[in-house]
């Protein structure tokens, strides 16, 4: 017993060093988990921002009720898109307007050509002749960009600038 005594007697300041050191160590290990702890409070804190307190258990779930609700409704969403996309291929994307003057010192220009078309290329032509006395209205329908009657320079213009556009 007196040897062991003896050994901490001779060895204290090494001892004192050696608890120093530890307790050093456990004071920058301290520090670090009061960081942490603190940066997993404010992640809580806007995790739970707003919303009644709950538990991570019950935010999983909910979080994984909403999801499978949003897999189950995506496929219908995608269907309705479809269908709104073959229904936009028959509606007039293209439409172009012409307005000149049909007759020299006569209405101005109120003459026109309007041309609609859709993604195919299919849909109308209406040609307004206008005058100071009379105005005709015109039609021709258009089939792959092509039409049965006879076309007039603004119309053949016009049809073309229409087909070209995206």
Do not use: P
């Amino acid at each position: 017993m007196n040897e062991i005594i003896v050994f901490f007697e001779n060895m204290q300041v090494e001892i004192l060093m050696i608890i120093t050191g530890i307790t050093l160590v456990l004071f920058i290990l301290l520090f670090i988990t009061m960081i942490n702890l603190s940066v997993f409070r404010n992640k809580y804190k806007k995790l739970n921002k707003g919303k009644a307190i709950q538990s991570y258990e019950e935010h999983i779930i909910k979080n994984k009720s909403d999801i499978e609700y949003l897999k189950q409704h995506q496929s219908e969403l995608f269907n309705h898109i479809d269908k709104i996309y073959d229904q936009a291929k028959d509606a007039y994307t293209k439409v172009r307007l012409h307005r000149y003057n049909a007759f020299e010192r006569q209405g101005g220009e109120m003459s026109f050509v309007l041309v609609m078309l859709n993604q195919h290329n299919n849909g109308v032509i209406l040609h307004n002749l206008h005058n100071s006395e009379y105005s005709y209205l015109y039609s021709k329908n258009v089939t792959n960009g092509m039409t049965k009657e006879k076309l007039t320079e603004e119309e053949k213009e016009v049809l073309l600038k229409a087909m070209n556009d995206k």
